[in-house]
Structure formats: C-alpha cells, structure tokens
C-alpha cells in the first residue's frame, strides 16, 4: 500500500458514524492485559508455590507474599480507580483512589483460601482419577475457574464495575468454563472435567454440590433484555447436589433440592423436592426418590 491516509480517511468517517463502538476522549478504561496478570498474581496468592515460575521456600515465603501483595496493591488499585471513573459508586463515592477498595479485598484473601482449600478436596474425594491435591491445583481447570470467580465476586460485592466480569473471561478464555462473578457459591464446589460449563449471574449454588461438563444453569429467556437486569433468572442448587454432564437447568424459580441427582442431558425448567433423582425414561423427564419410594413425578416430552 503506497500510503494508508485514504484508509485513515476511511475510519474517521467511521468513528464519527458508528460511535457505539468507540471510546474516544472518555475516562481511561482498565486493561484486559493488566487485568489478566494481576488475575495471575492473585492466584499466586492463593496458591503459594503452584503458580510461581520458581521453588517458594519457608524463608522466602514472607518476602515474596509482601512483595506480591505490593504488587496488587498498586497495580488493581489503578485499574479500580480506572473502573470507578467510567462507572461511579451510587451516592457520590470516592473515585480518585482505588487503594481503600483493594485493601479491603485483599483482607478477604484468607476466608477465600478456606474455601478454596474445601473445593481442592471436594476434587479429591470425587474424583478417584486424581492421585492428589497438588494434581487437582495444577491441572485441573474448574479448581482455577472457581478460584478466579471467587476472587471477582468479591470485588464485585466492593461495587467494582468492569473488573470482576473481566476475570471471569479470562478464567472463561482459558478452561472453558463461565461463571458469572455475581453467581453465590458455596463452600466444597467441584466442577469435573468443566468444559462448557455455564453459571449464569443469579444462580445461587449450596455447599457440596458437584457438576460436570457440558451443564448450564440459565434463564428460561434473555428476551426482556436489559428490563430483567437485577432479576432472579437463574436457578438455585441446594446443597449437595450433583447434576450430570449436558444438563440444562433453567430459570429463576426453579429451585433443585438438597440431596438431589440430575441425570445427564436432562432439560429442567421445574423445582424438583429433596432428594429426588431426575433422569429420561423413554422420552419422559421421571423424577422420583433415590429410595424409590412414591409415585414420582413424570413430565412427558
């Protein structure tokens, strides 16, 4: 190309004619590339010795955690501030300085690695394929899923706009699995193999429950649009639960009881009691109880 000023030309007129797309003298938005590396530190962390390129020994371990955590400190407080000025706090909040937001985060790393250290042995006492926890840590993508949404749901209770769902892709991009930061957890969550996992940002999840692949846990319709923001449109999972691959479970309202087995490939839109078991049977959704005792319910397809 002997000169690209006709193609510059070109994407002015451009910009000047498609301005949703662009962001042009606005507030200095945060960086997916910060973002991501500081996402990759926390995890470090998290994970003292899992995550770092070199050994982390007893007598370095204070060193590089102060180092780390100074590290964090300026670099998420810079893209909170950046964040903060494209989205401000309701009721007038402090924009200038990300530094207060950051400190209280990372006050919540401790209670966030007693979690995370309960989903590391949720994966060793359901998977009989690993032969330990340093595998679950290293190699297995839903523990990181889990630890990266974690972290951004915390920030996104501190009211961080952009950060938080930033995260959750990064950790999405690289296993496969999509948890909205705003999905409420709980303690001794395994996701098994995890690719195509999808947690939408209502679902709310109780203590030892465990999903494998392919599962969604969705809204039954998106048509509302921005109308159904704030609305319950995922589904609650009582605790210890456990849904099969391909599982689709759908809707605000649909609640799983405790104690409850969804088979593989079930399309559930209904609230199912405790301790039910949901399978297809001859193109029949049968849910039943797992003692077999009852009538059951049937849902014709």
């Not at 007893?58 to 670099?75: N, S």
């Not at 957890?185 to 995890?194: A, E, L, S, V, Y």
Request: hydrophobic fraction near 40%.
């Amino acid at each position: 190309m002997d000169s690209v000023d006709p193609l510059v030309d070109r994407l002015l007129d451009s910009y000047a004619a498609v301005g949703g797309i662009n962001h042009i003298d606005g507030v200095n938005l945060p960086s997916k590339q910060v973002v991501g590396e500081i996402t990759r530190t926390l995890l470090r962390l998290l994970f003292p010795g899992f995550f770092h390129n070199d050994l982390v020994c007893g007598q370095t371990i204070a060193e590089v955690t102060r180092g780390k955590l100074g590290q964090v400190c300026t670099e998420l407080g810079a893209e909170i501030t950046k964040s903060l000025e494209f989205a401000p706090p309701e009721g007038g909040g402090r924009v200038d300085d990300g530094r207060d937001v950051v400190c209280a985060f990372l006050g919540r790393l401790p209670a966030l690695r007693e979690m995370l250290n309960a989903d590391v042995q949720a994966a060793f006492d359901g998977d009989p394929a690993t032969t330990s926890l340093e595998e679950i840590i290293l190699a297995y993508p839903g523990l990181e899923a889990i630890a990266v949404q974690r972290l951004a749901h915390e920030l996104l209770g501190l009211g961080v706009p952009l950060i938080p769902r930033m995260m959750t892709e990064w950790a999405h991009a690289r296993t496969g699995i999509d948890i909205h930061p705003g999905a409420a957890i709980g303690p001794h969550f395994f996701i098994d193999h995890g690719t195509g996992v999808v947690i939408g940002e209502t679902c709310r999840i109780g203590a030892h429950v465990k999903i494998y692949h392919g599962v969604t846990l969705g809204a039954r319709s998106t048509s509302g649009g921005q109308q159904l923001r704030g609305v319950k449109r995922h589904p609650t999972i009582e605790d210890d639960v456990t849904i099969y691959p391909g599982a689709t479970i759908l809707g605000g309202g649909t609640v799983i009881g405790r104690g409850s087995t969804i088979g593989g490939n079930v399309f559930l839109m209904h609230s199912v009691p405790p301790e039910s078991l949901v399978y297809y049977e001859e193109r029949s959704v049968v849910i039943t109880t797992k003692n077999r005792d009852g009538d059951g319910l049937v849902f014709e397809i």
